[in-house]
């Protein structure tokens, strides 16, 4: 497992999440289920009990455990996240000594989440809104969060880390 997030720079990380959706994901909004299948995982949901995790990742069986007392926009953030775990982290490579991963939830704050969390956090928030498409829908609907969110199939906090990310947020 890869956790050195020097080598990853935000360019880096915005190119992979748009090669990945590129080329595992046939619709838009995409489908994380679809993108995690064409990928080699199945997903499943469970009844956690620890309201703080959100998703189990086990890279070698290929499955992704999502909480399923989570709404369903978080269960599709979850599962880009272990997406992303996978890429930047496994380098879609398991080895025999790789365990499950519980994955914590986080507001995405920069208090709260660590680098490689924050890292992985950013690729499926690029992974969910392609760049150019959200600029474009961003600029249409009047810089509109609820409009915008609705169209991506988001949550408006994703919505806005992302924006946030780009740097397009107003004082």
Known sequence: MNTDINKFSKEYVIKKADE?????SKYF???SVDVAN??????????????????IF??????IYIN?????????????????HWILDY???VSSTDMPRYYYRNLLTKEVANKIETRA???ALCLLMPIDRLKSVWVKSNEDIETTAELFVVRKIDLLKMIEFLGWIKD
């Open 20 to 24: 990945i959706r590129n080329k595992y």
């Open 29 to 31: 909004p995409i489908n």
């Open 38 to 55: 064409n990928l080699g995982f199945s997903v499943f949901t469970y009844n956690e009990s620890n309201n703080n995790v959100s998703s």
């Open 58 to 63: 086990d890279p070698q069986q290929k499955r």
């Open 68 to 84: 399923e007392n989570d709404g369903l926009l978080t269960q599709k953030f979850a599962t880009c996240n272990a997406i992303s």
């Open 91 to 93: 380098e879609c490579q």
């Open 121 to 123: 956090n950013i690729f």
